[in-house]
Protein backbone atom coordinates (compact mmCIF):
# COMPACT_ATOMS: atom_id res chain seq x y z
CA UNK A 1 0.00 0.00 0.00
CA UNK A 2 1.27 3.53 -1.14
CA UNK A 3 0.28 6.64 0.86
CA UNK A 4 0.48 10.02 -1.10
CA UNK A 5 -0.02 13.16 0.88
CA UNK A 6 0.73 16.60 0.34
CA UNK A 7 0.24 20.11 1.88
CA UNK A 8 -1.55 20.08 5.19
CA UNK A 9 -2.41 16.20 4.98
CA UNK A 10 1.43 16.11 4.60
CA UNK A 11 1.80 18.23 7.74
CA UNK A 12 -0.37 16.41 10.03
CA UNK A 13 1.13 13.05 9.62
CA UNK A 14 4.49 14.32 10.14
CA UNK A 15 2.68 15.85 13.22
CA UNK A 16 1.08 12.57 14.25
CA UNK A 17 4.51 10.81 13.81
CA UNK A 18 6.05 13.37 15.69
CA UNK A 19 3.59 13.28 18.90
CA UNK A 20 3.68 8.81 18.30
CA UNK A 21 7.26 9.00 18.69
CA UNK A 22 7.10 11.49 22.06
CA UNK A 23 4.63 8.80 23.60
CA UNK A 24 6.52 5.98 22.99
CA UNK A 25 9.41 7.79 24.40
CA UNK A 26 7.12 8.33 27.73
CA UNK A 27 6.02 4.79 28.20
CA UNK A 28 7.84 2.71 30.49
CA UNK A 29 11.02 1.07 28.73
CA UNK A 30 8.36 -2.48 28.95
CA UNK A 31 5.86 -0.78 26.72
CA UNK A 32 7.77 1.31 24.34
CA UNK A 33 7.34 0.19 20.35
CA UNK A 34 10.88 1.08 19.64
CA UNK A 35 10.82 -0.58 16.10
CA UNK A 36 8.00 1.66 15.79
CA UNK A 37 9.45 4.74 16.83
CA UNK A 38 12.60 4.27 14.85
CA UNK A 39 10.83 4.33 11.64
CA UNK A 40 8.88 6.84 12.07
CA UNK A 41 11.94 8.55 13.47
CA UNK A 42 13.56 7.92 9.62
CA UNK A 43 10.34 9.07 8.33
CA UNK A 44 10.70 12.29 9.38
CA UNK A 45 14.11 13.10 8.88
CA UNK A 46 13.32 12.02 5.62
CA UNK A 47 9.72 14.32 5.00
CA UNK A 48 10.92 16.79 6.86
CA UNK A 49 14.47 18.19 5.39
CA UNK A 50 15.07 21.64 7.41
CA UNK A 51 16.78 20.36 10.57
CA UNK A 52 14.89 23.29 12.51
CA UNK A 53 12.25 22.84 11.36
CA UNK A 54 12.52 18.53 12.52
CA UNK A 55 13.85 19.65 16.15
CA UNK A 56 10.84 22.22 16.79
CA UNK A 57 8.08 19.73 15.82
CA UNK A 58 9.77 16.86 17.80
CA UNK A 59 10.61 19.35 20.64
CA UNK A 60 6.42 20.64 20.72
CA UNK A 61 5.23 16.73 20.46
CA UNK A 62 8.00 16.29 23.77
CA UNK A 63 6.76 19.55 25.34
CA UNK A 64 2.70 18.72 25.03
CA UNK A 65 3.01 15.00 26.23
CA UNK A 66 5.19 16.02 29.38
CA UNK A 67 2.67 18.70 30.30
CA UNK A 68 0.14 15.88 29.84
CA UNK A 69 1.91 13.72 32.00
CA UNK A 70 2.48 15.15 34.96
Do not use: C, W
Not at 14 to 42: H, T
Not at 49 to 60: K, Q, S, V
Amino acid sequence: MSLEVSGRERFLVMKAFAYAIAVIDALPSQLQAISDRDQMKVILDREIENDDELARTIGLAQQHVRAISK
